[in-house]
C-alpha cells in the first residue's frame, strides 16, 4: 500500500461504478479510508468496499441522491460519526441524462441536469466543510465537454460542467489558502457513460483521432485525482486540468 492519502479520510461520490469507484479504490491503495456513495449501483459500490477491506483498508458504501438536502446531510453525518474528519472530497456524482437538443429539451430537463452536476456538488461541498481543517483537498470532475460544447445532444450537460469548472475556480479563491480545489476535465474514457451515450463509430472516430490514439481508463483518471488531492500538488488550486490523450487542448 502506498502513502499519498496517509491516514486521510476521502469522501467519494458517485463510487459505485466506473471512474468513481477507481478513485475509491485508487485512493484506499494510497493509505485513505474511503466513504463512497452510490445513486444506483449497490452491488458495484459493495464490490468495492470488499476490495478495499480485502487488501486491510477501511471503506464505507451509502446510497444517497446528492441532489437532496437530506440525504446529503446523512452522508457527511455518517463520515463524521465513522471517522471524526473528512480531508478529501472527490465528487464524481454526475450525468449526461440524456441527449436532447435545445428545442427538443424543457425546463425539467434542463433542471434535472444541473441539479445532477452543479446543485449536488454546491450541497455536497457546503456540508463537507466543517468537517474540513487546514491542508484539505477537493477534486471536482467536469469534462472535455465543458472546453469544446460537446457532442450532440449534450448542451444541457456541457454548460452544466462548465459551471463546474468556474464553481471550482471560485471555490478557489474562496476556501484558500485552507482548502484546495481543483477539477478534472476528461476526454473519452471507456465508461458505462460513453456505453449508454454515444454510438461506437464515434467512439472509435474520437479515439482514432486523440494523439494517443485510444479512449482513457478509468484507473488513469482516479490517478490523477489522486495527485490533485495529495500534497503532491500542494501548489495546485483552481485548476482545471485536461485529461483526454490529447483529443483537445485548452
Known amino acids: 500500500m502506498a502513502d499519498k492519502l496517509k491516514g486521510k479520510v476521502v469522501l467519494v461520490t458517485g463510487g459505485g461504478r466506473d471512474i468513481g469507484a477507481a478513485c475509491a479504490l485508487e485512493s484506499a491503495a494510497q493509505g485513505a479510508k474511503v466513504v463512497l456513495t452510490y445513486m444506483a449501483s449497490a452491488e458495484g459500490a459493495n464490490k468495492v468496499c470488499a476490495q478495499i477491506e480485502a487488501a486491510g483498508g477501511e471503506a464505507v458504501a451509502l446510497q444517497a441522491d446528492l441532489t437532496k438536502q437530506a440525504d446529503v446531510d446523512r452522508t457527511l453525518a455518517t463520515v463524521k460519526e465513522r471517522f471524526g474528519k473528512l480531508d478529501v472530497l472527490m465528487h464524481v456524482t454526475g450525468g449526461l441524462v440524456a441527449r436532447k437538443t435545445t428545442a427538443e429539451a424543457d425546463q425539467a430537463f434542463w433542471t434535472q441536469v444541473m441539479d445532477l452536476n452543479v446543485t449536488s456538488l454546491f450541497l455536497t461541498v457546503k456540508a463537507a466543510l466543517p468537517l474540513m481543517s487546514e491542508g484539505g483537498s477537493i477534486v471536482t470532475f467536469a469534462s472535455q465537454a465543458a472546453r469544446d460544447g460537446g457532442g450532440p ?82 501548489y495546485m488550486t483552481g485548476a482545471n486540468v485536461d485529461v483526454n490523450g490529447g483529443t483537445w487542448y485548452s
Open 153 to 234: 445532444g449534450s448542451a444541457a450537460y456541457a454548460a452544466s460542467k462548465g459551471a463546474v469548472m468556474t464553481y471550482t475556480r471560485s471555490l478557489a479563491k474562496e476556501l484558500g489558502p485552507k482548502i484546495r480545489v481543483n477539477a478534472l476535465c476528461p476526454g473519452m474514457i471507456d465508461t458505462d457513460f460513453h456505453n449508454i451515450f454515444t454510438k461506437p463509430e464515434v467512439r472509435e472516430k474520437v479515439a482514432g483521432g486523440a494523439a494517443l490514439k485510444r479512449e482513457g481508463r478509468s484507473e488513469e483518471i482516479a490517478k490523477a485525482a489522486v495527485y490533485l488531492a495529495s500534497d503532491e500538488a500542494s
